[in-house]
């Protein structure tokens, strides 16, 4: 079975400063790892993922977040955050040949002015 | 194109009854999943189907069942509601469904409240 842990429920932040999003996970098997962000009343959008190859992935708009196989770890970062970047955050995992998402509980990043 | 479409939006139920949710996947879509997101936590895995069979099941109790149609629509069923069903109900559709090659696009949910 797998487990994500998102370490930080709320992240405040002010406009164009550096955010990072925590995340953890745990399985007993190889896994794909992916963040999700959520706007207000819409469903889960994909961001970025991980499958193989560099350990470190990034978004069009600016996100990267790193694979750390021996940390377990898939933290998002953003050195400069935008007011529209306001959003949760959920980090997610599948096993490479399973079916299903796995979710951590969601970050709420708040961005103020 | 369009995305996944959830139907409806928002719905209000009383404890005991049974509720049907819908889901149409993005064009050319053949698999569906359906999970269920309480406030303030993620979501979690309900179902997932493929050509019409069910591929996948979370932990969810009997009162939870779905279908997959011809057409690869979907229905998700929840039967004798109970007021923890109160939740958004997210169906994702992808072209197939195994493992994170193959990206899950999901749908804006529907908003189940049970009173």
């Known amino acids: 079975a797998q487990s994500v842990t998102q370490l930080d429920s709320q992240v405040p932040v002010f406009e164009e400063a550096p955010v990072e999003l925590r995340c953890n996970y745990s399985s007993s098997v190889s896994v794909y790892l992916f963040w999700y962000v959520q706007y207000p009343n819409q469903g889960l959008q994909l961001l970025l993922k991980y499958l193989s190859g560099s350990t470190l992935v990034e978004s069009i708009n600016g996100f990267e977040a790193e694979f750390n196989k021996s940390q377990t770890s898939f933290h998002l970062r953003k050195p400069s955050v935008h007011i529209s970047d306001t959003a949760e955050y959920f980090c997610a995992v599948t096993p490479v040949d399973g079916n299903k998402l796995v979710f951590g509980a969601g970050t709420i990043l708040r961005v103020k002015s | 194109d369009a995305g996944v479409t959830q139907s409806p939006t928002h719905l209000i139920k009383t404890r005991g009854q049974h509720v049907t949710l819908r889901c149409s996947p993005i064009?050319?879509?053949?698999?569906v999943s359906w999970y269920q997101q309480v406030l303030g936590q993620g979501p979690q895995f309900i179902f997932q189907?493929?050509?019409?069979?069910?591929?996948g099941r979370g932990n969810f109790p009997d009162r939870f069942s779905a279908r997959q149609f011809p057409n690869y629509s979907s229905e998700l069923n929840v039967n004798a509601l109970l007021l923890g069903d109160s939740a958004l109900y997210l169906c994702a559709s992808s072209l197939f469904p195994t493992g994170g090659s193959y990206e899950q696009y999901f749908g804006p949910g529907t908003r189940l409240t049970v009173t």
């Open positions: 189907y493929y050509e019409k069979e069910e591929r």
């Open positions: 064009s050319g879509h053949k698999s």
